[in-house]
């Protein structure tokens, strides 16, 4: 631990490192000659009465969200599944990454995906990144979504409408940057911004600023928005940090009296670690922090320090990764088939030396010394409005999202993508008003364009030969792939480029009744093809070429009552490309025709604002089936059957107080699993019930199938059934305001053989703010119970080898000076 003395000069470094920094990217983006830039979904029409409810920090949903159908519609107004988080009250409560987002909105609850933040898991399986109403490249783990640097996310619960595309079945999260124009559309008056610093535990320092204004080139008058953000942070876990630079800029001008541009991007450099979390995962570590200790043996023959897939095959041909127990005389794919006796007589060299017990640090996970986390993120947008009057508007949307990344980890999985998507899409909308109601239409062509290579080396990946209490050395470090840029389990690139086209109608009668419906229609080609030279295995090397077609279709129909409430019912079926981590899609499933697929939706549910708008209400209840069982990706894009209830209540008690309380059941089945009877995974100690003494294998890594023989043996581990949540904030008139969340999160099995239980517990955040000025000074406690907590990891998979122990009570402070 470092002395106070040492500590303050570091954060003094650090804090004058960042605001350099930051100066010197606001200078540089300043010189791009920013504009300010509206969100994708908003519409040139003759502006509603704008509805505002003080004290409500925009938690309540009187605002137009196009996310959703692509249709000016608030929440209340649209038969789906969804919630707005605003900038208020992200800023309110201290919302810094996705984990934050499960206390302020029902349906959402994320498993470890190795410590990142990408995306949330939505309706219990992973959630897709939108990115002002346009998908981005998929994101489960490769980098954590800045959502820090958001105007506001929109949850949407369920696949997307036809007009957006192909989408998962979960539902996905839209992100608005911060970079996003005035709400009325109208070009400021004056400049106006803020600065922030925020410290706290673990040497948390970020710094951002942000500057929006108008400006002029010559006669022509623009909009502009800016937003920079530094972090220079350590972490509670042992070898791991955090340094990321976000940069957006906007801008927005008026061309012709009606012809609008919009464009803008966002930068996002993000350097920093996964984290597997706890190894050697036993229900007594998890209880008790009791951890089996023990060094693996030797391998490192020539003393490089590290272990090669040459010097591993020299003791053991094929690795230290054991497919049932073939090897040792027997014939079972099952946990239940490893004896003792197999490992002591078949795979002595899998056995740790000197043997015992100790009490695990939380803070000592999988996480080693030279760990990286490596990703370079480009968006772009480029928007053309054009207002043809009588309620008549053409928009080309061109967008680009692309990344680089490098994922390296000692315990040996290694992986690189170099990926980028292009989409341009024309939206034709059209409404006409009469004595019935308002008619609105939308018809859509589309073109997305995606090139991918990607890498992944995970045939040697032993989590178990590092003893954590040590941290690694040459017996359970691994030479990487991407270190030698040889022997790839997995290295493809190609391309695929889908051509849609889609038709959306909302019908909304003046008697109340509303309906929306729509449809889609994609060609998608595909070519891919493997890399031989790199590979471990180049006979194994293939590729393919093919294109496929698919439908996706949406109907919704709601009624608002005399007295406040709409029903609505919802069904659809939209269409998913089955894409890996980095966007690839492997050649065995171009050959096979499965890399396409759809899932089906029934939803239905009652909404209803009340108390002059100060009170919203919301239940629905759904159920939604991926089509086809053999079309899956593990990591991104499973087939899964989900059924669950979701409920809200957003009140504004009065200008001070602000009530918020969440309802979540969910049950997920992996369809895949089901249809097949077993499950690949690999074992973990608890899984081995006829092996008494496991460190006779935990140098290496027993391997199987888990047997799935009943639907609720099919239930995806991690996820809770019953979640619930509840947020209250109250702002006194002297500037102070004091804001508090919790979530009570029922006890899970950490994998789907569901041996290990991860214990239930309650997470309680808390914040105080005070404003005066200018100035606004905020303090936010986090886990301030300090409740002890697990979080499942890859549950499919890893969930019984692994899981990561979740941070203590922690703290973050800001200052903010606005101007």
């Known amino acids: 631990m470092q002395d106070p003395i040492t500590l303050a000069a570091n954060t003094t470094f650090r804090s004058r490192s960042l605001m350099k920094g930051l100066a010197a990217l606001l200078t540089c983006t300043a010189l791009t000659t920013p504009v300010f830039a509206q969100e994708a979904a908003d519409a040139e029409e003759p502006p509603k009465e704008e509805i505002v409810v003080t004290g409500s920090l925009n938690a309540l949903p009187l605002k137009d969200v196009g996310s959703i159908f692509g249709f000016d519609k608030n929440l209340v107004e649209t038969p789906r599944s969804a919630s707005s988080i605003s900038k208020e009250q992200m800023e309110r409560f201290g919302v810094t990454e996705i984990y934050d987002l499960v206390a302020q909105s029902p349906g959402t609850f994320t498993n470890s995906f190795f410590g990142v933040g990408g995306a949330l898991d939505i309706r219990g399986t992973p959630g897709e990144v939108y990115f002002r109403g346009i998908r981005r490249l998929d994101n489960p783990g490769n980098y954590p979504t800045p959502i820090g640097a958001s105007d506001r996310i929109d949850i949407v619960r369920g696949p997307a409408s036809p007009i957006y595309g192909p989408s998962k079945t979960g539902g996905y999260m839209n992100f608005v940057p911060k970079s996003a124009r005035v709400a009325s559309g109208k070009y400021m008056d004056s400049p106006e911004g803020q600065l922030t610093f925020t410290t706290g535990s673990w040497e948390k320092a970020v710094l951002s600023a942000d500057l929006r204004g108008p400006g002029h080139l010559g006669t022509q008058e623009f909009g502009y928005s800016l937003y920079a953000e530094v972090e220079n942070s350590g972490s509670y ?17 008026d061309i012709t009296p009606n012809l609008r541009l919009e464009f803008g991007g966002m930068y996002h450099d993000f350097k920093g670690q996964q984290n597997g979390g706890w190894n050697r ?163 859509s062509p589309s073109i997305r364009y995606t090139k991918f290579k990607h890498g992944d080396d995970f045939n040697y ?243 199987g199938l888990v047997l799935i023989t009943n639907k609720e043996q099919s239930r995806r581990a991690g996820i809770p059934e019953d979640l619930y949540s509840a947020t209250a904030t109250y702002s006194f008139d002297n500037g102070l305001a004091v804001a508090g969340s919790i979530t009570r999160v029922p006890e899970v099995f950490s994998g789907q053989s569901q041996a290990v239980k991860l214990p239930a517990y309650t997470l309680v955040d808390a914040s105080l703010s005070y404003t005066t000025g200018p100035w606004l000074l905020r303090a936010v406690v986090k886990n301030a119970t300090n409740a002890k907590y697990f979080r499942a990891n890859f549950t499919e998979l890893f969930g019984s080898t692994i899981a990561l122990p979740e941070r203590p009570r922690s703290w973050q402070a800001s200052v903010v000076y606005k101007f």
């Open 237 to 253: 876990y042992r070898n791991m940090s955090t340094r990321q630079t976000i940069l957006q800029a906007a801008f927005d001008t």
């Open 461 to 703: 990946e032993y989590f178990h030969r590092v003893d954590l209490t040590k941290g690694y050395t040459p017996l359970s470090d691994r030479l990487l792939s991407t270190e030698c840029d040889c022997d790839y389990t997995s290295y493809n690139q190609g391309h695929y480029t889908d051509l849609g086209a889609a038709f959306l109608t909302d019908l909304d009668f003046n008697f109340g009744l509303g309906i929306t419906a729509g449809a889609r229609y994609d060609h998608i080609s595909v070519t891919t093809a493997d890399v031989a030279a790199k590979l471990e295995d180049p006979s194994s090397a293939a590729s393919a070429k093919d294109s496929k077609g698919a439908w996706s279709w949406s109907a919704s129909i709601n009624y608002k009552t005399p007295f406040g409430l709409i029903p609505y019912f919802t069904v659809s079926r939209q269409s998913t490309v089955i894409a890996g981590q980095g966007a690839e899609i492997y050649a065995g499933d171009v050959a096979a025709g499965t890399f396409i697929s759809a899932s089906k939706l029934y939803e239905g549910g009652i909404k209803g604002s009340f108390l002059d708008n100060r009170l919203y209400g919301a239940v629905s209840v759904y159920k939604q089936t991926r089509v086809d069982r053999n079309a899956q990706a593990i990591v991104t894009n499973q087939a899964v059957e989900t059924k669950g209830i979701e409920a809200e209540v957003r009140w504004s008690v009065d200008r001070h107080l602000l009530i918020t309380a969440n309802y979540t059941k969910t049950k997920v089945y992996n369809l895949t699993a089901l249809g097949n009877g077993v499950l690949f995974s690999f074992f973990g100690i608890e899984d081995l019930v006829n092996v008494s003494n496991p460190a006779l294998y935990l140098g290496g890594q027993p391997i």
């Open 281 to 443: 995962l036993t229900q007594e570590l998890v209880d008790n922090g009791t951890y089996i200790t023990g060094s693996a043996q030797p391998v490192d023959t020539d003393g490089d320090g590290q272990m090669s897939q040459a010097e591993i095959n020299a003791v053991s041909p094929g690795g230290f990764s054991k497919f049932g127990t073939f090897g040792c005389g027997g014939g079972s794919v099952f946990a239940s088939g490893f004896t003792d006796a197999c490992f002591t007589s078949a795979y002595p060299y899998l056995a740790l030396t000197n043997v015992g017990t100790a009490k695990l640090d939380r803070r000592n996970t999988l996480t080693g010394p030279n760990d990286k986390l490596n990703n370079k993120a480009k968006t772009f947008y480029f928007d053309l409005i054009f207002d043809g009057g009588d309620d008549l508007e053409i928009k080309n949307q061109f967008f680009y999202d692309g990344y680089t990344n490098l994922n390296e980890n000692a315990y040996g999985f290694s992986q690189f993508h170099d990926s980028y998507a292009i989409e341009d899409r024309i939206v034709i909308a059209k409404s006409f008003t009469n004595d019935m109601g308002k008619f609105s239409f939308q018809a």
